[in-house]
């Protein structure tokens, strides 16, 4: 009873439960302040404290949900679904650009059209490919999808080869042209003593 009453009587616009509350001792016009601090203690813990938690705790649940939201539309609209490689990697190395490859080379319905055929073909008619690839469902193994790998973008290895042989053939090229460049000083020097003798 005791908790209904000051439930009842802290959230009315009254004074809340002091203005409910009366000091049987207490003489008209005298304050006690034992009495004003409970009475304010109380409407600010209660009407103060607590509902700002219960808001605090609300935007802060609001605030993890929309964070959340925000992580897998990106997700959604910048990493490939198959190979998990980001919009920007794939739109620095690869021609085709992010949206080729996810609708052409990485295209998601096609691996789910791919799995449907192998369920209903008849395993005695599998290729090796289709045999490997139906165990690894069967299996929960995904390690058959090429992640972290795109047949659009070359290789780093590769890449780092490519360029070393490329920085190989314009080192051979620049020695090339030391060689041809001292023979054309040593000519023009040639021919100018020889225009400088005759005069």
Same mark, same amino acid.
């Given at each position: 009873d005791c908790?209904?009453?000051?439930?009842?009587?802290?959230f009315k616009g009254n004074g809340a439960v002091g203005s409910f509350l009366e000091d049987p001792n207490q003489a008209e016009g005298v304050v006690n302040?034992?009495? #004003?601090?409970f009475d304010n203690l109380f409407k600010i813990v209660l009407a103060i404290v607590v509902i700002n938690m219960l808001a605090g705790i609300i935007i802060d649940t609001f605030g993890a949900l929309k964070d959340l939201h925000q992580k897998k539309n990106n997700d959604l609209y910048n990493i490939c679904f198959i190979c998990g490689i980001d919009r920007e990697k794939l739109e620095k190395s690869s021609e085709s650009g992010f949206t080729y490859h996810i609708k052409r080379e990485h295209y998601m319905w096609n691996y789910l059209f791919y799995r449907a055929y192998l369920e209903s073909k008849d395993e005695?008619? #599998?290729?090796g490919t289709e045999s490997?690839?139906?165990?690894?469902?069967?299996?929960?193994?995904?390690?058959?999808?090429p992640i972290g790998k795109a047949m659009c973008i070359k290789d780093e290895e590769e890449d780092s080869n490519e360029k070393a042989e490329l920085l190989e053939n314009v080192s051979q090229s620049m020695s090339e042209l030391r060689a041809n460049l001292g023979d054309i000083v040593a000519k023009i020097n040639t021919i100018v003593d020889q225009t400088t003798n005759k005069h």
């Open positions: 908790f209904i009453t000051t439930w009842d009587q802290t302040l034992g009495r #004003f601090f005695t008619e #599998f290729s490997y690839v139906k165990e690894k469902i069967g299996d929960y193994d995904t390690s058959w999808f």
